[in-house]
Structure formats: C-alpha cells, structure tokens
C-alpha cells in the first residue's frame, strides 16, 4: 500500500494544528476548510486572496453575491424566448406545479419573498393565464393557486434551456465539488430561513445575539 496520500494528509493536520492557538477549537470541519482552501489556491488562477485585512466573511458574502448576478445573467438567457420574466416567474411556476397546487403565503414563503414583492410575481402569473386560483376547500378565506394547461406548457418548454444554464452555473466544479458546495449552501439556508420567517424584523445586532445564544 502506498502512504504518500497519508503522509500528505498528516502534514496538512500538523500544520493546521500549529496554526491554531490553544483557545481556537480544532475539530475536523475546521480541518477540512482548511485543507480546501491549501488544496485549492495551489491548484487554480482564481484562488481567493484573503490579504488587505478582508474577513472570510465578508468575502463569502461577496461572493455569493457576485455568484448571483452571473447565474442572473444566464437564466435571463435561458428565458429570452419564453412567456416568463424573471428568474422568481419560474421559481413560482415550477413551485405551483410540483405541489400539485399551493395558497399564496405557502408559494411566497418557499421563494423566501416579501408577501408585496411575492404577490406582484403572482399577480404577473395569473394575468398571463399561466396559473388559476380557486377557493381553498380547507379554508374558504383563502385562494389556492393551480398551474393552467398553458402554465405547464411554457414551463415544460423552459426545462432544456434551465437545464443548460445550471450546468454552466456550477462551472468546472467536479461531482464531489458539488456535493460539497451543496451541503454548505443547504446548511446556510436550513440557517437562515427561519431568521427570514420569524424574526426578519430583528435588527442586525439582535439577529447577531440571536444566533450567539443557540
């Protein structure tokens, strides 16, 4: 058996180790970013560069943003030839769809919306006949929205080019990059879509001490 992959390994935990001050936690998540960053900056052109007293966090941040305006710019592609607008005119559709019929607060809080910003996509939906809304058997205040014949359609017809515009979203990542990235960004949302649901009114500093306390 060949140890130079172990050896290797051990190297990097020694000097993470020695990296770390007696109070910093050493445990294996802390372990493995560390590794991945070691790994990755020696291994491509576009490495993060952590200097000019930049935080990991405010990077990360960054980063995701400017993730979003390039996978903005791709579906926008993706949905040139097709009845929906926006990114949201899918996420709604496909939503609607999938659950066989949903009530508006349900559809909005699944898109993480504001309820003005959500019911303007809906509004949007329903007057391009794309979905329907009937009286909620279970609750006659409310309205259930449907998906139409003519929503699936334009739906149906937008998977191909949707599909073209992930693969090139995720980029040169290899199959356990993306497994990877996709625990981290699940774990991120399972964090903040409660903050979103009950506690968005919260001030920064309250959401901070919030999240310092559980």
Same mark, same amino acid.
């Given at each position: 058996?060949?140890?130079?992959?172990?050896?290797?390994?051990?190297?990097? =935990?020694? @000097?993470?180790? /020695?990296?770390? %001050?007696?109070?910093?936690?050493?445990?294996?998540?802390?372990?493995?970013?560390?590794?991945?960053?070691?790994?990755?900056?020696?291994?491509?052109?576009?490495?993060?560069?952590?200097?000019?007293?930049?935080?990991? #966090?405010?990077?990360? %941040?960054?980063?995701?943003?400017?993730?979003?305006? *390039?996978?903005?710019? *791709?579906?926008?592609?993706?949905? #040139?030839?097709?009845?929906?607008?926006?990114?949201? !005119?899918?996420?709604?559709? /496909?939503?609607?769809?999938?659950?066989?019929?949903?009530?508006?607060?349900?559809?909005?809080?699944?898109?993480?919306?504001? +309820?003005?910003?959500?019911?303007?996509?809906? +509004?949007?939906? =329903?007057?391009?006949?794309?979905?329907?809304?009937?009286? @909620?058997?279970? !609750?006659?205040? %409310? +309205?259930?929205?449907?998906?139409?014949?003519?929503?699936?359609?334009? =739906?149906?017809?937008?998977?191909?080019?949707?599909? +073209?515009?992930?693969?090139?979203? $995720?980029?040169?990542?290899?199959?356990?990059?993306?497994?990877?990235?996709?625990?981290?960004?699940?774990?991120?949302?399972?964090?903040?879509?409660?903050?979103?649901?009950?506690?968005?009114?919260? $001030?920064?500093?309250?959401?901070?001490?919030?999240?310092?306390?559980?």
């Amino acid at each position: 058996m060949n140890y130079e992959l172990l050896q290797q390994l051990i190297g990097h =935990l020694a @000097d993470y180790e /020695a990296q770390r %001050s007696s109070s910093q936690r050493k445990d294996m998540e802390g372990f493995v970013a560390y590794l991945n960053q070691q790994v990755f900056s020696k291994s491509t052109d576009a490495a993060v560069d952590f200097e000019n007293s930049e935080t990991v #966090e405010a990077l990360l %941040s960054q980063l995701i943003a400017f993730l979003y305006r *390039y996978a903005k710019g *791709y579906i926008k592609k993706a949905l #040139e030839d097709s009845a929906l607008i926006t990114l949201d !005119d899918f996420g709604y559709l /496909a939503g609607i769809w999938q659950r066989g019929g949903c009530s508006k607060t349900e559809i909005i809080e699944l898109n993480i919306h504001e +309820k003005t910003t959500g019911m303007e996509v809906i +509004k949007r939906l =329903l007057n391009n006949k794309l979905i329907e809304q009937t009286d @909620d058997p279970n !609750d006659r205040r %409310s +309205k259930r929205l449907l998906i139409t014949e003519r929503g699936k359609g334009v =739906l149906f017809g937008t998977f191909g080019e949707m599909r +073209k515009a992930s693969l090139i979203i $995720s980029g040169n990542l290899n199959e356990i990059e993306k497994l990877q990235l996709l625990y981290l960004l699940q774990k991120l949302h399972f964090f903040h879509k409660p903050l979103f649901l009950n506690e968005r009114e919260k $001030s920064l500093d309250e959401l901070l001490n919030l999240n310092q306390t559980e």
